[in-house]
T-cell receptor, first 114, second 114 residues
């Protein structure tokens, strides 16, 4: 069974600085998707960024980018120019290419200091 | 507007009193799923449905039932709720099993079982 591990329960960053959230996963499959979701205090699950395993190029979405290391099974999220609105719980998630079940990590709480 | 609607958003009830959390999507999605979110555990899948009248267990199905009589609706039923089912619940949908499109999440239902 696939597992996703987020080893940082909490992280802090100063406004306008850069922070990296870590995620590792375990799978024997070669084709899959990886996601980062943001959950603000409103509890909504907001998709931040996704990566297809077959793509070597790291995904980017504005201030958000990932470092995808397939051999190391690592998928970290970098947030540049952090803003107060980035404060939230962040979940890393895995999904098989042929399935729909998302396997989530335990989450990382990100605090942004002004 | 494409959305997944859950009701209620909050519910406090007592042990043993049957309850239903409704979930409805307006995107004609075939795949629907229920997750529960608990601190330190992330989100875990309870049940899923690949289409009308097709449902199957996820990772934590004990104490829950589901039905899929119509494509748009996927209610979660707790026949005899217990305090260990106190949690935050999410319904999600996607086009079909294996679709490369990300899932849409509802806004969550906070259940407290006393």
């Amino acid at each position: 069974a696939q597992t996703v591990t987020q080893s940082q329960p909490e992280m802090s960053v100063q406004e306008a600085e850069t922070v990296t959230l870590s995620c590792t996963y375990d799978t024997s499959e070669s084709d899959y998707y990886l996601f980062w979701y943001k959950q603000p205090p409103s509890r909504q699950m907001i998709l931040v960024i996704r990566q297809e395993a077959y793509k070597q190029q790291n995904a980017t979405e504005n201030r958000f980018s990932v470092n995808f290391q397939k051999a190391a099974k690592s998928f970290s999220l970098k947030i540049s120019d952090s803003q107060l609105g980035d404060a939230a719980m962040y979940f890393c998630a895995y999904r098989s290419a042929g399935g729909n079940k998302l396997v989530f990590g335990a989450g990382t709480i990100l605090r942004v200091k002004s | 507007e494409a959305q997944v609607t859950q009701n209620p958003r909050y519910l406090i009830t007592v042990t043993g009193k049957k309850l239903t959390v409704t979930c409805s999507q307006n995107m004609n999605h075939e795949y629907m799923s229920w997750y529960r979110q608990d601190p330190g555990l992330g989100l875990r899948q309870i049940y899923y449905s690949m289409n009308v009248e097709v449902t199957d267990k996820g990772d934590v199905p004990e104490g829950y039932k589901v039905s899929r009589k119509e494509k748009r609706n996927f209610p979660l039923i707790l026949e005899s709720p217990s305090p260990n089912q106190t949690s935050l619940y999410f319904c999600a949908s996607s086009e079909w099993q294996g679709s490369n499109q990300p899932q849409h999440f509802g806004d969550g239902t906070r259940l407290s079982i006393l």
